[in-house]
């Protein structure tokens, strides 16, 4: 009897107000896929770009997408071909993040330059009394 690693589904989230309810879920990727991915990415050819969307298609568990009429687009890879390229790579980026365990950036920056309160506290060397020469009895 061996070991089955669970596969992980991803509850992917979005920022900003142009995905506001977009609810996808997603199988995670194996190491290969992952690379698979980086290097589709990098080359940037149709054929990459094909491969990533089939990809993305093929782990693709379920989403709230709907066309302009109101119906719902299928999680399948002409699916996928039927909406915008910006919009696919919005779910790439946040999937890929996901996978990586990219934590999602802070709300707001940290602007804080203000010195640790540690390091304006003056300090002095302090005299020890000297050793008691005395021998204990």
């Known amino acids: ?3 089955r690693p669970k596969q992980k589904i991803y509850t992917l989230e979005f920022e900003g107000e ?5 609810e996808v879920r ?3 990727l194996n190491t290969g896929q992952m690379l698979d991915l980086d ?3 990098a080359d940037g050819s149709d054929e990459a770009i094909i491969a990533m969307l089939q990809l993305m298609a093929d782990r693709l568990v379920e989403w709230n997408v709907e066309d302009d009429e109101g119906q719902a ?4 890879f002409d699916g996928v071909r039927s909406l915008d390229l910006d919009f696919n790579w919005a779910i790439i980026d946040a999937w890929q993040n996901a996978v ?3 934590a999602a950036p802070l ?7 203000e010195p640790l309160p540690v390091a304006s ?4 060397t302090l005299l020890l009394p000297p050793e008691s020469t005395a021998v204990p009895a």
């Open 1 to 3: 009897m061996g070991y």
């Open 18 to 22: 142009e995905y506001d309810g977009l």
């Open 26 to 28: 997603i199988r995670g």
């Open 39 to 41: 290097t589709a990415r």
């Open 73 to 76: 687009v299928p999680v399948t």
């Open 100 to 102: 990586a365990g990219v």
């Open 107 to 113: 709300d707001e920056p940290l602007t804080d330059t």
């Open 121 to 124: 506290i003056p300090t002095e």
